[in-house]
C-alpha cells in the first residue's frame, strides 16, 4: 500500500507557549523577594514578641502562596506545551490560574472586611509606632514588587497590517490573566499598606481609633472590585467566549468578497494574545482554504484557523 507524505499539512499545538515569558521571570522574583520579607517578619515578631510584625509576616505568607500558584502555572503552561492532549495548547493554563488567582484575592478580600467591621465594633488596643513602621516596610516591598511585574509583562502592541481591507490596531498587551492576579495581589497588599499608615497616622496623632478599621473596610470593597473583574474575564477565556465584536467583524469583511457569506464564525481565546477560529463559508465558488487563511493579518492573533466552504446550488443573485 502507497503511503502518502501527508508532514507539510500537519501543525503542532505550541503556539510559542514554550518559550519563557518574562511575566514567569518576574513572578519567580517576587515571589523570592516576599518569601524573604516573610521569613524576616515571622523571624523578627517570635524574637521581640511583636504580633503585629508575626501577623503581617503571616499574610505575606498567603501572597506568596498566590504568587507561587501564578509562577508555577507559567512552568506548566511550557512544560506541556507540547503535549497533544490538549487541544490548543497549554495557553489556557494562564487564564486558570489568574481565575484561581482572582478566587484567592477575593477570599483575602472578605478576610479583611470582616476583620475590619469586627474591630469598629470591638475596637482594639494598637501599637501605633510599631504597626507604622511595619506597613512602610510592607509598602516598600510591594511597591518594588508591583514594578517589577510591570516590566515584566510581554507587551505586544501590534502595528496595522493592510491585507486587503483597511484593520484597526489590535492591542493584545493585557490578556496575560495570570501576571494580572500575580500583579493584582501586590497591588492590594500596597493598598491596605498604604490604607494603614494613613489609618494608623490618623489614630496616632488624632485619636481616631477607627480609622484603621474604616480603611481597612474601604480596602477590601476596592480588592473585591479587582477580583470580581479578574474573574470575571478569565471566566470568559475558559468558557471559550467569543472574540470581540468588532474583531469578528474584521473577519467577515475579509471573507466575504464576491458572493461568498459567512454563515457560521467562531473565534475564541486559546491563550495570552492568541485566539483560533472557524469559518464557515457558502459560495458558488469555492476557493481553496488556504487562499482563505492567507486573507487573516497576524495582527488579530489567530494561530489556528479552520475554514469551511460549501457549494452553493442556487442561481447567483442577479
Same mark, same amino acid.
Given at each position: ?18 518559550? !519563557? ?7 519567580? @522574583? /517576587?515571589? *523570592?523577594?516576599? %518569601? &524573604?520579607?516573610? $521569613? +524576616? ?7 521581640f ?17 498566590a ?8 512552568v ?17 493554563i ?29 475596637? !482594639? ?7 507604622? @513602621? /511595619?506597613? *512602610?516596610?510592607? %509598602? &516598600?516591598?510591594? $511597591? +518594588? ?18 491585507h ?17 492576579a ?9 493598598l ?22 474604616a ?31 468588532? $474583531? ?11 458572493d ?15 485566539r ?6 457558502v459560495?458558488?465558488d ?33
Amino acid at each position: 500500500m502507497h503511503t502518502q507524505d501527508t508532514s507539510r499539512w500537519t501543525h503542532d499545538h505550541v503556539f510559542g507557549q514554550d518559550a !519563557v515569558k518574562s511575566g514567569e521571570r518576574g513572578t519567580l @522574583i /517576587v515571589v *523570592v523577594i516576599t %518569601l &524573604v520579607a516573610m $521569613v +524576616v517578619e515571622i523571624s523578627a515578631g517570635l524574637a521581640f514578641g511583636s504580633m503585629a510584625l508575626l501577623a503581617d509576616g503571616l499574610h505575606m505568607g498567603s501572597h506568596a502562596v498566590a504568587l507561587g500558584i501564578a509562577f508555577l502555572a507559567y512552568v506548566a503552561a511550557r512544560r506541556f506545551a507540547g503535549d497533544a492532549r490538549f487541544s490548543f495548547g497549554t495557553g489556557k493554563i494562564n487564564a486558570l490560574a489568574g481565575f484561581a488567582g482572582a478566587l484567592l484575592l477575593a477570599v483575602f478580600a472578605v478576610g479583611v472586611g470582616w476583620e475590619s467591621v469586627t474591630r469598629l465594633i470591638n475596637p !482594639v488596643d494598637i501599637a501605633y509606632s510599631q504597626a507604622i @513602621i /511595619v506597613a *512602610v516596610v510592607g %509598602l &516598600v516591598v510591594n $511597591v +518594588v514588587c508591583a514594578f517589577i511585574l510591570v516590566g515584566g509583562g510581554d507587551h505586544h502592541h501590534h502595528g496595522h497590517h493592510h491585507h486587503g481591507d483597511a484593520l484597526h490596531e489590535v492591542d493584545h498587551s493585557h490578556e496575560d490573566h495570570n501576571l494580572r492576579a500575580a500583579y493584582l495581589h501586590v497591588l492590594a497588599d500596597a493598598l491596605t499598606s498604604v490604607l494603614a499608615i494613613v489609618a494608623l497616622l490618623g489614630g496616632w496623632l488624632f485619636g481616631a481609633a477607627w480609622l484603621d478599621a474604616a480603611m481597612g473596610i474601604v480596602g477590601a470593597v476596592l480588592i473585591a472590585r479587582w477580583s470580581i473583574s479578574l474573574i470575571s474575564k478569565s471566566a470568559l477565556v475558559l468558557l471559550d467566549w467569543q472574540a470581540p465584536a468588532e $474583531v469578528r467583524a474584521q473577519i467577515r469583511r475579509l471573507f466575504e468578497r464576491g458572493d461568498d457569506r459567512v454563515v457560521d464564525l467562531h473565534v475564541w481565546s486559546v491563550g495570552p494574545g492568541i485566539r483560533a477560529a472557524v469559518v464557515s463559508i457558502v459560495t458558488h465558488d469555492p476557493r481553496p482554504p488556504a487562499e482563505y487563511k492567507s486573507r487573516v493579518p497576524e495582527s488579530l492573533g489567530i494561530v489556528h484557523l479552520t475554514v469551511e466552504t460549501h457549494l452553493c446550488n442556487d442561481a447567483p443573485a442577479s
